[in-house]
């Protein structure tokens, strides 16, 4: 495959990754196209099939899963399968641009080890567990239930966010953004030397 980078953000739902991602994606030097995941979870008010998620039904997930198509995938709350496409990467790399994800914390050190050289791998972390409530209660866009599911699991990802390249806290938003940018910047830097080199 042609060798764009992977740059992969993980973290707790409600942790602000999406809007991070969304700020890089929007910076052209960054050279960023995002990686598509293919989800069997309903698709909320204002997501667009194929933009946001690829969304499928849990049989056609399944399949992908027999096919063995997916490079990681994860049921990442019960019955709410979420993976990533071998396609997607295919897809980004022949465009010559580097891949951003927006994923879990498993499938993120998934893909770190699977492309070790390649990968940047971005943990992000809310200021508290209280906060993270305050934000997904805010968000409206899933049950009591849901929010106390998300909350759980929340601890357990935490505990990982040593194993990533770097921890960003998402205290304030501008900040978050900067460092970010500035990772990202750096990490697709080095492979241009690398090339130049060559
Ligand atoms: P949400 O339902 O809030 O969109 O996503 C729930 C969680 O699944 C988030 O942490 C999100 O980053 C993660 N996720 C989204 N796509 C993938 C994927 O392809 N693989 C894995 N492992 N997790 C994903």
Redesign the pocket.
């Known amino acids: 495959m042609a060798g764009g980078k992977l740059i992969v953000f993980s973290a707790p739902?409600g942790s602000g990754k999406t809007t991070i991602v969304r700020h890089l994606l929007e910076i052209p030097a960054l050279n960023l196209d995002f990686s598509i995941?293919a989800?069997s979870?309903e698709p909320r008010e204002h997501e667009i099939d194929g933009e946001d998620y690829y969304f499928i039904s849990t049989e056609k997930f399944k399949s992908h899963i027999k096919n063995g198509d997916f490079l990681?995938?994860?049921e990442?709350y019960r019955d709410n399968f979420?993976?990533?496409l071998k396609t997607e990467i295919e897809r980004i790399w022949a465009k010559g641009k580097n891949v951003i994800f927006?994923?879990?914390v498993?499938?993120g050190l998934r893909i770190k080890k699977k492309y070790p050289e390649e990968t940047l791998a971005v943990f992000v972390k809310p200021p508290s567990v209280d906060e993270l409530k305050i934000r997904l209660k805010k968000r409206k866009t899933e049950s009591e239930e849901k929010i106390n599911m998300r909350i759980a699991k929340a601890s357990v990802e935490m505990a990982t966010a040593p194993q990533f390249d770097y921890i960003i806290e998402n205290d304030k938003l501008e900040n978050a953004f900067k460092e970010a940018e500035q990772l990202v910047m750096q990490h697709i830097s080095e492979k241009k030397r690398e090339n130049e080199e060559e």
Do not use: L, M, N, Q
């Open positions: 739902s995941s989800t979870r990681e995938w994860e990442v979420y993976g990533t927006d994923i879990d498993v499938g």
